[in-house]
């Protein structure tokens, strides 16, 4: 058809123009307006795939289902009924319950139960080192892994790390295994297609797709990065791996948010960024090794840096420095960390990510506010573990007790020893303990409660409603809209902006 089409175009090109040589200068003049508009068309509209089997095969050798066994001792007295003393029956079901055994004797003790769990899991190297979550195999006797193909193996766990939820298992197989890599996490996009692999349910292997939905989510942990994805995760798929279109794993699965336990296309994959550093120090150490900085921090609201005069709200607020690194290295209560190693840091949840990930025993350079300007620390980093808790210098309680007052809708007054053995203080804290807090006030919007107590204002020690006031006369003479307050409740320290207007 296409070649009778060509010749009688150029026998047409010489002959008087007709109705139908006019028609076909329009159709083809359409072929190049859509051809042109094809390859103008984005390129995810080009790369959708027409299917993932190809990618499924190519991943799935490396993919493991998890079956765990638990020794539960049963409890004799659970299910006994219990009768108040005294009761007319209850020396029948003494005799009952304690002498149904054989023969009329005692019941013997009952056996020991098997609990079992499934979960998934995948194969990182050649030698069988694979990956999981902990909490698919936490407190397990017998670790069982069922290869693609359906054999079976024996795992002992390696080591696990119970802050990301990841574990390291080992198997010996006597011959190599199919093994997938890790691929960059922070390279994929909200929208880039995934692929999710393991045993939903307890039903066997198990493929599923969708899309990233976002990024950069944390759910409870200090150092979560997870993934969200609309791939469909159920119970029984935590510990597998969530691949990119090349590959390589992403992501493990490990959470879901659902209100009946099932999938509602919500799922939560732990980061390979964070992943890959736990399972090498997992399989160097056999435990995680993280840096250590030394203090206690809060993010900064947009009336903390008001109050600081902060440009914007951003970096860590040093509430408690440690005996340790921080300390050695100059860093001090009120401090806002702006730069950690060369880069800024958004929030808490960034810096203690990069302290942890910044390695054991490196030098490292701390940019902090303090005083109006910025000033550049060196502090050597601890290890994470060696976390020690010190309590706050003060000023020395003053002699005499004095009256309660009202300030900024707080009742305060100076603490005395009394009241800070009834509050369990150590002898180092002083300040103002707030008896009562004024209802609808900025200080009930903030979270202050009776019994907080207030050791700084403005930065500064206070042990007395004077040196409270003159912190706040000397707020306002500067123009603050607010006042920067270090409080204590039940022990902790934090740091609130009170409004002064």
């Known amino acids: 058809m296409m070649h009778h089409r060509a010749g009688a175009s150029s026998a047409f ?88 055994g054989p023969n009329g004797g005692p019941q013997q003790q009952p056996r020991p139960r098997q609990s079992q769990a499934l979960g998934s899991g995948f194969v990182i190297s050649a030698d069988g080192y694979i990956v999981t979550n902990n909490h698919v195999i936490e407190n397990a006797d017998e670790i069982s892994i069922e ?4 054999t079976r193996a024996d795992a002992t766990l390696v080591g696990t790390d119970t802050a990301t939820d990841i574990a390291l298992l080992k ?49 409870q942990g200090n150092y979560d990065d997870f993934i969200q994805t609309d791939a469909a995760i159920n119970r029984g798929n935590s510990g597998g791996p969530l691949f990119n279109m090349n590959g390589q794993v992403i992501g493990v699965n490990t959470a879901i948010l659902s209100p009946n336990g099932g999938s509602i296309g919500i799922g939560f994959a732990m980061s390979s960024h964070v992943v890959q550093r736990v399972v090498d120090q997992l399989r160097q150490f056999g435990e995680t090794r ?39 290295g100059g860093v001090q209560t009120g401090d806002v960390i702006t730069r950690f190693d060369g880069r ?24 902090v506010f303090r005083d109006g300007q910025e000033e ?81 204002a403005g930065q500064q020690p206070v042990t007395s409603v004077s040196e409270l006031q003159a912190q706040l006369d000397a707020a306002r003479e500067a123009g603050r809209r607010t006042l920067l307050l270090m409080v204590r409740s039940n022990g902790d320290p934090r740091f609130v902006a009170l409004s002064i207007n």
């Open 290 to 328: 993280r840096g250590w900085l030394g203090v206690r921090i809060q993010d900064v609201s947009a009336d903390i840096a008001d109050s600081l005069g902060l440009p914007s709200p951003h970096g860590a607020l040093v509430t408690e420095v440690m005996d340790g690194p921080s300390r050695a």
């Open 376 to 456: 550049t620390l060196h502090v050597t980093l601890g290890q994470r573990d060696e976390e020690r808790l010190m309590p706050a210098s003060g000023s020395v309680t003053p002699d005499q007790p004095q009256a309660p007052a009202q300030v900024l809708g707080l009742e305060v007054m100076p603490l005395t020893d009394q009241m800070r053995n009834d509050m369990g203080l150590d002898s180092g804290i002083n300040g103002l303990v707030i008896r009562n807090v004024e209802p609808g006030s900025d200080a009930e919007t903030k979270g202050l409660r009776a019994g907080d107590l207030i050791t700084e």
């Open 13 to 100: 090109a010489v002959a008087r123009p007709t109705a139908g040589w006019a028609v076909l200068r329009w159709l083809n003049l359409l072929g190049v307006v859509l051809l042109v508009a094809a390859l103008a068309l984005p390129v995810y509209a080009q790369d959708r795939p027409v299917s993932f089997a190809d990618l499924a095969d190519q991943v799935s050798p490396a993919v493991v289902n998890i079956t765990t066994s638990t020794t539960v001792t049963a409890n004799l007295d659970q299910g006994i009924p219990q009768l108040p003393d005294g009761s007319p029956f209850q020396d029948f079901f003494n005799d009952f319950f304690n002498h149904n």
């Open 344 to 367: 800024d840091v958004a929030d808490t949840r960034d810096l203690v990510r990069r302290v942890a990930d910044a390695g054991i025993g490196r030098a490292v350079e701390v940019v």
């Open 147 to 150: 290869f693609f193909d359906g």
């Open 171 to 219: 198997v010996e197989t006597g011959h190599d295994l199919p093994f997938v890599s890790f691929g960059d996490s922070d390279a994929a996009r909200v929208g880039d297609w995934v692929l999710a692999v393991g045993n939903p349910l307890g039903q066997g292997f198990s493929v599923s797709a969708g899309i990233v939905s976002a990024r950069g989510r944390a759910l």
